[in-house]
């Protein structure tokens, strides 16, 4: 029996993974995973990948390519959720931010440096035309670190996903002030190297399991209750980005969609020109 150790958010994208592994799925395999929860995002996985405390991850494409390019030995197995994520901005009650334009030169918190919280800041302020070299951060682990700094003065802005935090609108903790669609696909499954010359075929089949399942979550009519009610989020909201989500389901790796992401990131200068060359080799 193979046992591999996996994290991901624990965020609704998520079920089909949570599902199979508590269904069996994978027994047939002969691969036994073990999920972790990691609510500090992709920056979290990033570190986990890099430390072998996790061998395989489910987080966001614009994280992990950069993360690769820079010099993480891991591979982008294939794309997990095809259309893009829906970001909130999300901004104080105090009624102290009204306008997009009043976060020019204000402070985000993010989860982790290299996490999606933070390079999606950089994606808005150029959106917004502000001045890149002038953004600042607050590092605060994870959602519940955000609210936490947009309620006590340490932070005026927040970027997380849109549905994951409107229990917290809901509840009159933040207020969404906008949405940033990511031009790309969301989410990929990237592993750590050795593992894609030890276990490509495993990990493919892995992978497929994973696939029919959100298929089957898609198209199944109560889907929206079974995600409402394993995360705690209003049914009528799981509707809504149920029916804006497509997961992969089975369609092989399409390198170009990462061309745009690399340009994006050389564009905001997270990545060098000599960092994405020959990316198609680094990255898969």
Same mark, same amino acid.
């Given at each position: 029996?193979?046992?591999?150790?996996?994290?991901?958010?624990?965020?609704?994208?998520?079920?089909?993974?949570?599902?199979?592994?508590?269904?069996?799925?994978?027994?047939?395999?002969?691969?036994?995973?073990?999920?972790?929860?990691?609510?500090?995002?992709?920056?979290?996985?990033?570190?986990?990948?890099?430390?072998?405390?996790?061998?395989?991850? /489910?987080?966001?494409?614009? #994280?992990? !390519?950069? =993360? &690769?390019?820079?010099?993480?030995?891991?591979?982008? @197995?294939?794309?997990? $959720?095809?259309?893009?994520?829906?970001?909130?901005?999300?901004?104080?009650?105090?009624?102290?931010?009204?306008? /997009?334009?009043?976060?020019? #030169?204000? !402070?985000? =918190? &993010?989860?982790?440096?290299?996490?999606?919280?933070? @390079?999606?800041?950089? $994606?808005?302020?150029?959106?917004?035309?502000?001045?890149?070299?002038?953004?600042?951060?607050?590092?605060?682990?994870?959602?519940?670190?955000?609210?936490?700094?947009?309620?006590?003065?340490?932070?005026?802005?927040?970027?997380?996903?849109?549905?994951?935090?409107?229990?917290?609108?809901?509840?009159?903790?933040?207020?969404?002030?906008?949405?940033?669609?990511?031009?790309?696909?969301?989410?990929?499954?990237?592993?750590?190297?050795?593992?894609?010359?030890?276990?490509?075929?495993?990990?493919?089949?892995?992978?497929?399991?994973?696939?029919?399942?959100?298929?089957?979550?898609?198209?199944?009519?109560?889907?929206?209750?079974?995600?409402?009610?394993?995360?705690?989020?209003?049914?009528?909201?799981?509707?809504?980005?149920?029916?804006?989500?497509?997961?992969?389901?089975?369609?092989?790796?399409?390198?170009?969609?990462?061309?745009?992401?690399?340009?994006?990131?050389?564009?905001?200068?997270?990545?060098?020109?000599?960092?994405?060359?020959?990316?198609?080799?680094?990255?898969?």
């Amino acid at each position: 029996m193979k046992r591999f150790k996996i994290g991901g958010v624990p965020e609704h994208f998520n079920l089909p993974w949570r599902n199979a592994i508590e269904d069996g799925a994978f027994q047939s395999l002969g691969l036994e995973l073990h999920w972790s929860d990691m609510t500090g995002g992709t920056g979290q996985m990033i570190k986990g990948l890099q430390a072998g405390s996790i061998d395989i991850a /489910v987080l966001l494409t614009e #994280g992990i !390519t950069r =993360a &690769i390019l820079q010099g993480l030995d891991a591979k982008i @197995l294939n794309v997990y $959720v095809a259309s893009p994520l829906c970001w909130g901005l999300h901004v104080p009650v105090d009624q102290s931010i009204t306008e /997009v334009s009043d976060l020019d #030169g204000k !402070t985000f =918190a &993010i989860s982790r440096e290299g996490s999606g919280s933070h @390079l999606m800041a950089f $994606v808005k302020a150029q959106q917004e035309k502000w001045n890149l070299n002038e953004l600042k951060f607050n590092v605060v682990g994870d959602v519940y670190g955000g609210i936490w700094a947009l309620n006590n003065g340490e932070a005026q802005g927040f970027l997380w996903e849109k549905f994951t935090t409107s229990p917290f609108v809901e509840q009159g903790k933040c207020l969404l002030l906008d949405e940033v669609l990511t031009p790309w696909p969301c989410f990929v499954v990237a592993v750590r190297s050795e593992l894609v010359h030890s276990d490509e075929v495993l990990l493919r089949e892995m992978l497929s399991i994973v696939q029919k399942e959100a298929y089957r979550l898609k198209n199944e009519v109560n889907s929206a209750e079974q995600f409402a009610w394993r995360y705690a989020l209003p049914q009528e909201e799981v509707q809504k980005w149920l029916d804006q989500t497509e997961w992969n389901y089975g369609k092989a790796l399409d390198t170009q969609d990462f061309s745009k992401v690399i340009t994006e990131l050389i564009d905001l200068a997270l990545l060098t020109e000599s960092q994405a060359a020959n990316w198609e080799e680094k990255l898969f």
